[in-house]
């Protein structure tokens, strides 16, 4: 994931680029709107974070001119940071495309989530079908299937089964933890318990295991798809 970092106070910058770093993100940092402008017209990224208090060219005219039809990045993530009192250039950055803000000061674990989610949303919407090895999950026609040779073959999944693998194959290869997976199911539910996760896991086993599709555990962590040797 590589991400765009706009922001010309160095100490503030330097922190978020360490902490997006740490957390295995690729970051291009930019210390102006005119220079973000340049970098996005030739190359691509997965979101942007902008701070709207920039010199000469503002984060909010630069959340304007990227999102300009035509633009690569008309459909990129983008997340501003506004001052903790500016109310109307949170709403005005909304209105010209932001797809969320943060105000400053801010914790990083925060800023993280919330990049997390704007990166889902837009795999979500840019991916309409997410694979991996047999298996296809059609997000916008709602339907899973395994291919075997020229067969393709309907799984039938509950809505929190579909859950918990949709967001395990949006992390695949890489594994979900089990706190992420519960916190994705509860969107479902309030109620839900913690070895909710359990539960959903095993049933999305007996309907993928005889398909080549294993859930391994991940010992203290959670779970990540892995493909079975037959
Ligand atoms: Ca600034």
């Known amino acids: ?11 503030v910058a330097s922190g978020i680029k360490l902490g997006l770093t740490d957390a295995g993100y690729a970051v291009d940092w930019v210390g102006s709107g005119e220079r973000a402008e340049e970098v996005l017209r030739t190359e691509s990224f997965d ?29 990129m993530p983008v997340l501003i940071l506004t001052a903790r009192d ?15 803000y943060m105000v400053k000061p801010f914790e990083l674990p925060e800023l993280l989530a919330r990049l997390r989610a704007l990166l889902r949303r837009s795999q979500a919407a840019t991916t309409a079908v997410l694979s991996f090895g047999p298996l296809e999950l059609d997000t916008a026609g709602r339907r899973a299937s395994v291919r075997s040779g ?33 916190q994705a199911l509860t969107g479902w539910d309030k109620e839900i318990t913690p ?25 203290g962590f ?9």
Request: no cysteine.
């Open 150 to 182: 020229e067969i393709d073959q309907v799984i039938d999944l509950g809505p929190r089964e579909w859950t918990v693998l949709e967001y395990l194959l949006i992390h695949a290869p890489k594994p979900a933890s089990k706190d992420k997976l519960l």
């Open 86 to 100: 500016a109310l109307h250039d949170r709403v005005q950055g909304l209105d010209l495309g932001a797809d969320d």
């Open 222 to 230: 959670g779970y990540r798809l892995e493909l079975q040797l037959p």
């Open 195 to 219: 070895n909710a996760v359990e539960v959903y896991v095993s049933r999305l086993r007996g309907k993928l295991e005889p398909h080549g599709v294993a859930l391994r555990s991940i010992r």
């Open 1 to 11: 994931m590589r991400l765009l970092l706009v922001e010309d106070d160095v100490m």
């Open 47 to 75: 979101a942007a974070i902008i701070d709207i208090g920039l010199p000469a060219m503002d984060g909010l005219e630069l959340t304007r001119r990227l999102r300009r039809p035509g633009m690569a990045s008309s459909a």
